[in-house]
């Protein structure tokens, strides 16, 4: 991904707010079992130049509104850590 794609999410009291993706898998990718797509982002008012908060979500592809999904069992969230661990490995590097 060249360019950081973002997109606007609604929080619980329905203000919208900015988010960037900084990453993204897709169900092809290897070792993706689950057969879901998966962003990490960050919420662009939430972060400043030395600390910033990921947050990932599975995406709902069959939904009208691509509607962000949890993740749903242990060995998503395994899978996931993995994912973003070598990520933080490499960004640091």
Do not use: C, W
Not at 18 to 27: C, F, G, N, R, S
Not at 76 to 82: F, L, N, P, S, T
Request: proline letters at 2%.
């Amino acid at each position: 991904m060249e360019e950081n794609q973002t997109f606007i999410i609604v929080d619980e009291e329905g203000v919208e707010h900015q988010a960037v993706i900084v990453y993204k898998i897709e169900p092809t990718d290897e070792g993706n079992k689950f057969g879901k797509s998966y962003i990490f982002y960050y919420v662009e008012d939430e972060s400043d130049d030395e600390d910033v908060r990921v947050y990932v979500a599975s995406i709902d592809e069959g939904s009208e509104d691509g509607e962000l999904g949890d993740i749903e069992t242990p060995e998503e969230q395994e899978y996931i850590e993995d994912i973003f661990n070598n990520l933080e490995e490499n960004t640091e590097a």
